[in-house]
């Protein structure tokens, strides 16, 4: 199993350009997340997901938008990127188990560079 | 606001020593708290979850407390190797979308 994997490793975008981070779990898992982590702070979550077909959000959710269209996946998207985008993007997933979400698998990580 | 706060100086400790890291939460009642272990430039790596109801759990040299009247977690690492080198994470969970985590400590094994 290849568990939780990201596409790209790294990019760099300039001020307004737009962006797709893909993020594949081979798990069966029923929650994914993303995470943002900034140096000096704990990992932040952007929006997660319950399910195929559902999203929402999570601390800091602005600028961001998700789609999951399907189980294995989770696309993060960035519209108009702004400088303050740049950071280290976590995806994980999770399973559920007796109503709750447990253990996270995180992947390898996206680096974004927003200049 | 909902707070997990780790102790953000690194520990430094001889390898055969115990290293014990701090976790504590503030204004949040997580139902579990978690602790993942991370290395530069890698994703967190799940180590072990403890329950609200659960004073204690261990995992070969490794051992978490939760003691919700303190609202803090320990973490312990018995028989410390220069392999335990890293970053360690604390995360408390409530609901999916209230999944908090602390900056992480670094620790330092010496030879």
């Known amino acids: 199993n290849a568990g939780v994997t990201q596409t790209p490793k790294f990019r760099v975008l300039k001020t307004g350009q737009s962006m797709t981070l893909l993020c594949a779990q081979d798990m069966n898992h029923e929650y994914m997340y993303w995470y943002r982590q900034d140096p000096g702070m704990g990992l932040r979550l952007i929006h997660y997901?319950?399910?195929?077909?559902?999203?929402a959000k999570g601390e800091v959710p602005d600028g961001y938008n998700v789609s999951r269209l399907k189980k294995q996946n989770f696309l993060l998207g960035l519209e108009s990127a702004a400088p303050s985008q740049t950071s280290v993007y976590f995806c994980a997933s999770s399973p559920w188990t007796a109503g709750l979400a447990e253990t996270q698998y995180f992947g390898p990580g996206t680096r974004l560079l927003v200049l | 606001s909902q707070k997990i706060e780790q102790n953000s100086e690194a520990l430094n400790i001889q390898e055969g020593k115990t290293a014990t890291l701090t976790c504590n939460y503030t204004?949040?009642?997580?139902?579990?708290l978690q602790w993942y272990r991370q290395d530069p430039g890698r994703g967190p790596v799940f180590l072990l979850l403890i329950r609200e109801n659960e004073k204690e759990k261990r995992k070969e040299r490794l051992k978490v407390t939760f003691d919700t009247t303190l609202k803090q977690s320990l973490f312990h690492i018995t028989a410390s190797q220069p392999a335990d080198s890293a970053t360690y994470l604390c995360?408390?969970?409530?609901?999916?979308?209230?999944?908090?985590f602390g900056s992480g400590t670094r620790l330092s094994i010496r030879p």
């Open positions: 204004n949040y009642s997580p139902a579990y």
């Open positions: 995360a408390g969970y409530s609901s999916a979308s209230k999944i908090i």
């Open positions: 997901s319950v399910g195929e077909g559902t999203t």
